[in-house]
Antibody, heavy 116, light 111 residues
Framework: EVQLVESGGGLVQPGGSLRLSCAAS????????MSWVRQAPGKGLEWVAN????????YYVESAKGRFTISRDNAKNSLYLQMNSLRAEDTAVYFC?????????WGQGTMVTVSS | DIVMTQTPLSLSVTPGQPASISCKSS???????????LYWYLQKPGQSPQRLIY???SRFSGVPDRFSGSGSGTDFTLKISRVEAEDVGVYYC????????FGQGTKVEIK
């Protein structure tokens, strides 16, 4: 079964850091671009970042530049999002998704809450 | 950055009646390769989003033919010919020509 499973969310104080993980299964992970998409409580979807198949290209939404780092380990079929200098406005469910330009496979999401 | 603007933000529809959602982009989504990178998604309550339409008007496999997309350049429309109860949720357009940007979403409910 093709699947993406996120983990690593939780409660963190403003200014803190968190690393999200996404475990892929059921497909050849290293053949695909991957993205992180987030959704603040009761709000819409916001694309955060994506990464090329081999990790050689990475792109970010403006609000994530300099604070978030997307990475991947194809040997472990895993995608990561290192989030530093977290702000209250980063509070959201974070989804990983397979990126074919459209997102065809989504995980169930992991909740990140930034609050003191 | 490309801004995607959807209207309306909410819609209440009688089952069996049509529905239409507009999506406008701040820049043309027509690429030099001849493709227009406009997509539609539906997020049903409590679920992750699912794909409906790619490149303006092509339905993904398994999407009912009551869903159709149209438009060009910067103006796009998603139409549901006869709304069913299972169509409730939030619809998003998304551009893929430069990074990715979603519209604000349009919540569709049944009267």
């Amino acid at each position: 079964e093709v699947q993406l499973v996120e983990s690593g969310g939780g409660l963190v104080q403003p200014g803190g850091s968190l690393r999200l993980s996404c475990a892929a299964s059921g497909f050849t992970f290293g053949y695909y671009w991957m993205s992180w998409v987030r959704q603040a409580p009761g709000k819409g979807l916001e694309w955060v970042a994506n990464i090329k198949e081999d990790g050689s290209e990475r792109y970010y939404v403006e609000s994530a530049k300099g604070r978030f780092t997307i990475s991947r380990d194809n040997a472990k079929n895993s995608l990561y999002l290192q989030m530093n200098s977290l702000r209250a406005e980063d509070t959201a469910v974070y989804f990983c998704a397979r990126d074919l330009i459209s997102f065809d496979i989504w995980g169930q999401g992991t909740m990140v809450t930034v609050s003191s | 950055d490309i801004v995607m603007t959807q209207t309306p933000l909410s819609l209440s529809v009688t089952p069996g009646q049509p529905a239409s959602i507009s999506c406008k982009s701040s820049q043309s989504l027509l690429h030099s390769d001849g493709r227009t990178y406009l997509y539609w998604y539906l997020q049903k309550p409590g679920q992750s989003p699912q794909r409906l339409i790619y490149e303006v008007s092509s339905r993904f496999s398994g999407v009912p033919d009551r869903f159709s997309g149209s438009g060009s350049g910067t103006d796009f429309t998603l139409k549901i010919s006869r709304v069913e109860a299972e169509d409730v949720g939030v619809y998003y357009c998304m551009q893929g020509i430069y990074l990715r940007t979603f519209g604000q979403g349009t919540k569709v409910e049944i009267k």
